[in-house]
């Protein structure tokens, strides 16, 4: 994953009270760290972990299941700005 992802990954995730996490081949960072989201090496096609706990938890992994699901879109659809109005969404939501 690069900078600009894993920034809005870690600015999203500031949103939330819980505690939540990624895990990638076996290494897990704070989901809320730029450099711990860039340490893992998330490489394009792989599947991660998402864990958080919290008394927002749930929120954070379904906001999390949908942020992730728009990286996706945007890099199979060559599109861009659809996760930047995701992103201020979830700033607005709460």
Same mark, same amino acid.
């Given at each position: 994953?690069?900078? /600009?992802?894993?920034? /809005?990954?870690?600015?999203?995730?500031?949103?939330?009270?819980?505690?939540?996490?990624?895990?990638?081949?076996?290494? !897990?960072?704070?989901?809320?760290?730029?450099?711990?989201?860039?340490?893992?090496?998330?490489?394009?096609?792989? /599947?991660?972990?998402?864990?958080?706990?919290?008394?927002? $938890?749930?929120?954070?992994?379904? $906001?999390?299941? +949908?942020?992730?699901?728009?990286? !996706? $879109?945007? /890099? +199979?659809?060559? !599109?861009?700005?659809?996760?930047?109005?995701? !992103?201020?969404?979830?700033?607005?939501?709460?």
């Amino acid at each position: 994953m690069h900078l /600009r992802p894993a920034a /809005r990954l870690a600015q999203a995730t500031q949103e939330y009270i819980a505690s939540i996490e990624l895990s990638n081949g076996g290494m !897990v960072a704070n989901a809320k760290s730029i450099i711990g989201i860039l340490t893992l090496g998330i490489a394009r096609g792989a /599947r991660i972990t998402i864990t958080a706990e919290g008394c927002d $938890a749930v929120q954070a992994i379904h $906001a999390m299941e +949908e942020l992730c699901a728009c990286f !996706v $879109a945007e /890099r +199979e659809l060559g !599109v861009s700005g659809g996760l930047d109005r995701f !992103v201020a969404g979830l700033a607005h939501q709460r």
